[in-house]
Structures are given as C-alpha cells and as structure tokens.
C-alpha cells in the first residue's frame, strides 16, 4: 500500500480505520482512528516508504507495549513487515502542562510536585525495564480528561527525533527537572522549539531558580529543581528518574483537579501548534535583586554571651548596669567604637599614605581612595557551536564532528559533540584519517576569557585537546590558551585570552577511541 493512497477511510491490519490526519513531518503522519474491533479510538502513526528510521521505531514501539505502568502511553500494534510501517497506540485526550500552564498559569507547588512525581515514577520503571525518553517537554506529560497522569512518546520519540545517549538516566532527570521548573514558574528551560511557553531567565549563564521567581516555592521542591537540572552544580545532583521520584515523595504534594477539560481533538502530545511570533507575556516576576542589607545588631559571640557576674567586692560608687540600661547603651558603644575606627584609620593614613611609603616613593601608600573596581568573571554566553576538523589526505571526513557540534551548548550533559568511534591501532590517536578535529565557539563579540570547563563522560578520560581564544576562527591567528587532557566529568583549563571565537581542538582521541564532551561553559568578563 503506497502512502498515496492513504487518506481518511484507509483500514490498516484490517480492524483500524483512519479518521483524521492529526499532523505530518519529516516522513511520519498521525492519524485519529477507530479500532472497530474494540470500538475505541486510537492514534495510528504511518511512515512514507523508504523513511530511514521505520524499523527503529517500530522496534522501540514493541519494546514499550511491554511495560505495564498504566501512566504511560500504551502500545497496541507495531509492524514494518509489509508495504507501510505503522503503530498504534493509546488515544490519549486532556491537558498537556504546557496547556495548563498555558491557560492557568503556574501551578501550585504542592500540585506540580504531585504531577511530576507521577512521571518521575513512571519513568523510573520505564528505565528497569530498559527504556528511556530522552525528549520530555512539558508537552508530554498530560492530566487525562479521565483524571488520571499520562506520559507520552516514550522510545519512539527518541527516535523520530535522533536523539541518542551514552547517559539516558542522567538525560531523562533533566527532562524531570524542566518539567517540574515550567510547572513552578511557567517559563520553559529548554530549547525554543521544545515549547511555546516563555523561555526561563538567565543570570550568569545559568538559569534563575525557580525561588527567586516566585517566593511561595518551597526551599525543598527549588532544591529538587536544581540538582535535577544541575543549576549552581550541586554537590549531588539527582541523575535518574528514580532518585527525582525518591526526592519528590519527600515534599508536601496535593491532589491534582478530578478530571481535565473534555476535548475531542487529536492527542494533546502531538497537535501542530503555530510558533509565537514574539514571546507571550511573561507569567512570573523578574528575578528579585539581592535584600538590601538591615541594620540590626549582629548576634553577640559567646564569649560575651557568658560573662561572669561583676564581683561582690566591686566599687560601691560603680553604679550597677541593668539589663535595660545594656539595651540602650549598645547602640551607643557600636557608633563610638566605629569612630574610634575611622580616627585611627585616618591618623594612619597621615602617617603612612599621606607621605610615602616604605620605599620612600611618595603616593605609594595606603590613599584615602576607594579601592580599584575588579570586574568579576560570568559564565559567557554562546552564540553558536561549529565542528572542525583536519584531514590527512586519506580516507572520509568524520561526519560526527559537524552533525553534533551544537549539543556542546545545550545545557544537557547527556548530549554529546562527539567522533567516530576510532578502533585499535588508533585508539589513542587519529591516525590515518585526522590530525585533529575540534568545535569553535562563537562568544558573539570578543571578550575577555579566563576559564574553559568541559564536562564529558568517564569513556572520554585522556584525550588531549588545546584551547585558543581570538578574533579569528583561524587557530594560527588566536592565542594558545591552554592544553590538558579530559578527566571524569569536568575538566577545567583557565589562562588569559581575549577574542571572539574559543577554539577546542582535539589532537588525541581517549584509550574508548571516540571523543565525548557533554556541554562546554566559557567563563570571563565581557
């Protein structure tokens, strides 16, 4: 059966009848239609012949149709043996949480820690069975119009989408943390064409947590966001669904609404929704400046705090100190000692800085100036990521290097720029295919960098690389900034450089034969 002819009407496996074509991209269409066996509605997704990755899918659709947890989209039928691959699949209606966010704005904490925890749950038993996400959005998770939590595209998500990891727990925990951030703050922490809602706010190259936007947040379900999604880098991040849904059964949670609003249109996941011309209006306060600091008297030390009542034999003329008379005398004592300060700061400095100082070199000493401003470093923005390489002439390109250079600036550790896999005798170099590959970070504008973090997976250990920083894109126009070698996790090379382009270049690959670095942060001062 050719994809022609497929058009509302069309039976497939003699029982599912197309309805309703629901959306179509890249070779894939979902389609409404009707089990007329079972009388039930259900979604069908169809693939053009030829489409690259049908077998996968429909492998990952039969792997999911195993799993019994009844929060996630069941799987009924999956086939590529003949003419048209197909899968079928639960129809699922009610409100996504972008939707209800959409329309509501953020929930509740309590009510966002309960419907992230039923997903975290389902997925930490996706993930024993062997399965992982690895796309979630807060266009996955649905609150069913039969009141109950739906998540959806698991495996075959991933898979119309070519998104692979070597480290799919710590990518679906991520998800996990995003999830639960748009929910507390209706702003999305993820890439613009993973959500309509507006994007979260930065601050030093990272995301504002979810407390500083909104105060009613409570300090345990913040924390759970930051270590899911690594924000400040935690000393223990939560890297599986497992220990996010272990860590949002520990948090107050309220009952989600009874039932979500009716809807007879296709499933929530999967509609063709227009892109927003500019970014909504945003739901949630600006980030909060720091509280300026109030004058109230410091704790006393302890020391004070347990003085010893004064001696019987003291002076009979020394009028006694009452608790009260301390109350108002303290306030007097802290001006007085803090004009003592400053008198004695200015008798030294007419001593000292005023005339010269130890080498005799007048003007030299401690001045009654404000001290130098020293800019403070940031994390720097990057605009975009490209793959470089070098060739020796023999054999093909690495087509890696170009196709995932841009997961390098992700903000996703389990998204990986990577090589080929470069088997033995070149495990430890590129031998007869590459003198060195690479990616160039574009800052936007030059900048003044002193630190570059890599953070890569255990498998990466020992391959060397070089950091040059200049205008030029060009490694022999920029600067040599550093070299090492990657560790287990972050690698960190500081130096000093200034330009527009950071260049990580790549000369050895690991003893595995293949370079993985998950995310790259430049930090200096702009």
Known sequence: MSTSVIEPGTRLAGRYRLEEKVSEADGSTLWKAIDEILARAVAVRTFEPGFPRAAEVVTAARTASRLTDPRLTQVFDADN??????????????????????????????????????????????HKAGMSHLCLTARHLVWTTGGTVKLTGLGVEAVLCGVNSTEPARLDALGLGQMLYAALTGHWPGGADESSLPPAPEQNGDHVPPRELREEVPAA???????????GAPEEPLTTPAQVAAALAKVPRTPLPLFAGL????????????????????????????????????????????QP??????????????????????????VAAAVAAIVIGVAAWQFTGGKKDGNGDPG?????????????????????????????GNGNADSKVEATAHFIKDKKNGTYFETDRYRAPYATQFGNYLKGMGVVLDLGASKQVSKVVL??????????????????????????????????????????????????????????GRVQVGEASVHGTE
Do not use: C
């Open 309 to 334: 009542a004064p001696p019987a034999t003291s002076s009979p003329s020394t009028p006694a100190v009452t608790p009260a008379d301390q109350k108002i005398n303290r306030p007097l004592v802290a």
């Open 263 to 306: 809807q007879s249109g296709p499933p929530p996941a999967v509609i063709d929704r227009p892109r927003r011309t500019e970014a909504p209006a945003k739901t949630v306060p600006q980030p909060r400046p720091p509280a300026p600091t109030r004058p109230t008297a410091a704790p006393q030390p302890a020391a004070q705090m347990a």
């Open 364 to 392: 030299q000493g401690v001045q009654p100036t404000e001290a130098a401003v020293v800019p403070s470093t940031k994390k720097l923005s990057i605009n975009h990521a490209r793959g470089i390489l070098e060739l020796t």
């Open 455 to 512: 953070h890569s997976p255990p498998t990466s250990m020992g391959a060397n690389f070089k950091v040059y920083v200049g205008d030029s894109e060009d490694r022999s126009q920029s600067v040599q900034f550093g070299s090492t070698a990657l560790g287990s996790g972050s690698t960190e090379v500081s130096g000093t450089g200034t330009g527009r382009y950071v260049i990580i270049w790549f000369t050895t690959s690991p003893q595995s």
């Open 81 to 126: 043996d003949g003419e048209l691959a197909y899968v079928i699949s639960e129809w699922v209606s009610g409100e996504t949480l972008e939707e209800m966010i959409a329309s509501g704005g953020p929930l509740a904490p309590g009510r966002a820690a309960r419907f992230v925890s039923e997903a975290a749950e389902a997925l930490a038993a996706a």
């Open 221 to 231: 379900v913040d924390e759970i966001v930051r270590r899911a999604m690594e924000i």
